[in-house]
């Protein structure tokens, strides 16, 4: 899989817009951009993926840059409940793929 | 969405015992399912991939013996942490992905498993 870089923290002002930004140069054509998050002592949560077309779902959009090299999962208005790590990772789309996990981003939304 | 249910939630116990470790996917069958390992304040860190009918494959460093997974159903797959030492007290996660034509990997609730 390919690696990820994000930058290690982040804070938000609640309410407004929470851009994570996500950079994986080396993507090849048939992996997939996915977004999880995990909340302090739960399990990752799903949010969004894509592959190079934006996507956007109840909880977030995703925006993936032409060439692919990088993409920026956005939080339209956060809330103190959006505090956790959020993950981008790079996978093929199969089921019997794992997925492997960097470091991740912490956002802190702040009130 | 899918869910997957991962129990027990939380298991102290003591040094030298065994630990069972339940992950169930409720609404999908899973023919695979994946193991992670995460120690405080890290990144989620997999041990081993858990496939229905066969033996799970395991990441490099982590012992098979120490850590015995089987998967005999598509629904459930367990970990076993056997011979429990205070080292192993860890976060232990599952995850499982629906099938090949649903791409995203649902993961339990964790395990938080304290080892004295």
């Known amino acids: 899989d390919a690696k990820t870089t994000q930058p290690t923290s982040m804070d938000c002002a609640e309410g407004r817009a929470a851009n994570l930004p996500c950079n994986h140069s080396?993507?090849?054509?048939?992996?997939?951009v996915y977004w999880y998050r995990q909340i302090h002592s739960q399990g990752p949560q799903y949010i969004i993926h894509?592959?190079?077309n934006n996507e956007t779902n109840e909880m977030a959009s995703l925006i993936i840059t032409e060439d692919r090299k990088s993409s920026t999962l956005i939080l339209p208005h956060a809330t103190l409940r959006d505090t956790a790590v959020y993950y981008c990772?790079?996978?093929?789309?199969?089921?019997?793929?794992?997925?492997?996990f960097g470091t991740g981003t912490r956002l802190t939304v702040i009130p | 969405g899918a869910v997957v249910s991962q129990h027990p939630s939380r298991v102290i116990c003591k040094s030298g015992t065994s630990v069972k470790i339940e992950c169930r996917s409720l609404?999908?069958?899973?023919?695979?399912m994946f193991w992670y390992r995460q120690f405080p304040k890290k990144s989620l860190m997999l041990m081993a991939t858990?496939?229905?009918?066969?033996?799970?494959?395991?990441e490099q460093g982590v012992e098979k013996d120490k850590f015995l997974i089987n998967h005999a159903s598509l629904t459930l797959s367990t970990l076993t942490v056997t011979s429990a030492h205070p080292e192993d007290s860890s976060f232990y996660i599952c995850?499982?992905?629906?099938?090949?034509?649903?791409?995203?990997?649902?993961f339990g609730q964790g395990t938080r498993l304290t080892v004295v």
């Open positions: 080396t993507i090849s054509g048939n992996e997939y």
């Open positions: 858990s496939n229905e009918g066969s033996k799970a494959t395991y």
């Open positions: 894509g592959l190079k």
């Open positions: 609404d999908f069958q899973a023919t695979t």
């Open positions: 990772i790079v996978s093929l789309q199969t089921g019997a793929n794992n997925l492997f």
């Open positions: 995850s499982a992905r629906r099938n090949r034509q649903f791409t995203e990997a649902f």
